[in-house]
């Protein structure tokens, strides 16, 4: 065997232990959370970056990023039924929906879906560069984020969301207020 087919060998089984060790390490480390989820986190305590919307009508406002064309979206259809059965009860509660769907299309989504809003904005850059949808944004009376939910709720997330919107009616409206 000549030196030459020699480092052939060593260099295929060098390639061959690096390449198996780093399959293994994908497979056996834990994903990380995705940067749009941490960047979300770090959104909490920001004011929100969509100035039209009246923040100081309401201690709660909630602001809904939808698309008539998010399949996630159409599934939370009784989540956003059920929080728009919340706000007609209590005045303290303000729902907005924010999308980059044409006025027309997102109110004809809306009604056929029977969600009741305040409002709705349409924008081509949604609040705070959020590009996902579904996303919930709860922001206090002076246009502070206090809380985000991104993507289709399941049960535990939507008490989650329930919960901080039914306790949070007087904290959030502090301005120094933090979850």
Known sequence: MSKLEKATYV??????????????????????????????????????????????????????????????????????????????????????VVTRDPLATMKQYLADRLIETDGIFQTDSPPQGILATPTILLVNSHGVIRRVFLGKLDGNREKDFFAAVKDQKVAMAAPGFRD
């Open 11 to 96: 260099s295929l089984i060098l390639m061959s232990i690096v390449s198996m060790s780093l399959l293994l390490e994908r497979r056996l480390r834990p994903a990380r959370r995705p940067d749009a989820l941490t960047s979300l986190d770090r959104l909490v305590g920001k004011a929100v970056e969509f100035p039209t919307a009246p923040w100081g009508r309401s201690p709660i406002n909630v602001v809904l990023h939808i698309s008539s064309t998010c399949h996630f979206c159409n599934e939370s259809t009784p989540l956003y039924r059920e929080l728009s059965r919340l706000r007609a009860t209590a005045p303290n509660i303000v729902l907005y």
